[in-house]
């Protein structure tokens, strides 16, 4: 998604409490970054405006989350938007942390110490473009890096109004040691979450008539060298 320059997004992100400025330096120590740092940590890969986390994270308490995204003013209009929701319900965001980075150098910002136990990725860019598929973050070649920090049976939650993405990546996770657990081709007639909280693109593609795809895939144990396991 394509935003214009927003001059109060930094300096509102550099005096935020859940803004995370140079991620880099605690890699492998996310978990102590938190009030409760013996919670379950869940990740978002591509925030944007953060209304699904804001939502998903206040509903939530008992789970600390990470929030990525690469542009200051996403990432600005994200912490506004968490900031209004904990407001509304009278509470701080003490278990939510957004930071800016590139996707594509994840490895570089968490590792196997983290313990990430769920991933949601919503309306990525779906790369038609056949030499870009690789910047796809559902593929393949990602999906590795991903497995690198997940814990054994940690599960990917995504979302697509995308077709070709949708399918490719039923693929992808094959190839990659995920099990596709559930699968829907139009979720908004066959729920398989136990509840969807709708995203900005979800709604707009929803009233183009566009049926929204979705799945939930379960990282098989074995394909990680790890002896912890994550029971869901």
Request: charged content about 35%.
């Amino acid at each position: 998604m394509r935003i214009r320059y927003k001059k109060w997004a930094r300096p509102e992100l550099e005096a935020s409490k859940f803004y995370i400025d140079e991620p880099e330096k605690i890699k492998g120590k996310w978990k102590e970054q938190f009030e409760k740092p013996e919670q379950p940590l869940h990740l978002e890969l591509g925030c944007g405006k953060g209304q699904f986390m804001a939502e998903l994270a206040l509903e939530n308490q008992n789970i600390n989350y990470i929030a990525i995204d690469l542009v200051d003013a996403m990432l600005g209009l994200a912490k506004r938007n968490i900031e209004q929701a904990y407001q509304e319900a009278n509470m701080e965001p003490k278990n939510i942390l957004i930071t800016r980075f590139d996707i594509e150098r994840i490895l570089l910002i968490l590792d196997k110490q983290d313990e990430i136990e769920r991933i949601y990725i919503n309306f990525c860019n779906p790369w038609p473009r056949g030499k870009h598929r690789k910047k796809r973050l559902t593929h393949s070649k990602q999906l590795e890096k991903y497995k690198e920090f997940l814990m054994p049976n940690a599960e990917i939650y995504f979302k697509t109004d995308d077709d070709e993405l949708f399918d490719a990546t039923l693929v992808y996770f094959q190839e990659s040691g995920f099990e596709v657990i559930k699968k829907t081709y139009d979720l908004h007639q066959e729920p398989i979450f136990e509840k969807n909280i709708e995203t900005e693109h979800e709604k707009m593609f929803s009233e183009q008539g566009i049926k929204i795809k979705a799945c939930i895939a379960k990282l098989r144990g074995e394909t990680i060298g790890s002896t912890r396991c994550n029971e869901s």
